[in-house]
């Protein structure tokens, strides 16, 4: 099961790293008015196969 944790804690430092990248686009491109070159539905589509991936993990090992 640490290897499952291990996994949770790296996957909670990713979406950290995430929210502060996607803020910081944000910031930029709301001061010059251009979009940061971030598709949203794209990284929506990753963070939902993470979510489903863990949720796997989860259920296997309960």
Avoid at 22 to 29: H, I, L, R
Avoid at 44 to 55: K, L, M, Q
């Amino acid at each position: 099961m640490s290897s499952i944790r291990d996994a949770l804690e790296r996957l909670d430092l990713a979406i950290g790293r995430l929210e502060d990248t996607a803020d910081s686009a944000f910031d930029e491109s709301a001061l010059d008015g251009a979009g940061a070159g971030i598709d949203p539905d794209f990284l929506v589509a990753r963070i939902d196969r993470a979510i489903a991936c863990v949720e796997t993990l989860l259920s296997e090992g309960a």
